[in-house]
Nanobody, 119 residues
């Protein structure tokens, strides 16, 4: 089982930036896609951004042009650069890993990191 550990969350003012990191360990060679999801209070968990092992990316419409997902396959790392943050970006952000062809159904999740954007 792959272990995922997020870091980089925190409190930032609207318009600011944060960079989230995720370190994968234990069987990371089997990962075919990684992604960031988020869940705000009293809201459903939603996909923020996804990147496949081949580098194909996908973003939620709400973050396009502001967030950038990247992956370091050699270091088993996943990153999310978040710019021009808005209060509605406030949520717990989760790093996920998917396997084989089931890229849209993560098999493993991290514990999450809190991002809070103040207005």
């Amino acid at each position: 089982q792959v272990r995922l550990e997020e870091s980089g969350g925190g409190l930032v003012q609207a318009g600011g930036s944060l960079r989230l990191s995720c370190a994968a360990s234990g069987g990371a060679f089997s990962i075919t896609a990684m992604a960031w999801y988020r869940q705000a209070p009293e809201s459903q968990r939603e996909l923020v951004a996804q990147i496949t092992s081949g580098g194909v990316t996908k973003y939620a419409d709400s973050v396009k042009g502001r967030f950038t997902i990247s992956r370091d396959n050699a270091k088993n790392g996943l990153y999310l650069q978040m710019n021009n943050l808005k209060p509605e970006d406030t949520a717990v952000y989760y790093c996920t890993a998917s396997y084989f062809s089931d890229v849209d159904n993560p098999g493993d999740w991290g514990q999450g990191t809190q991002v809070t954007v103040s207005s």
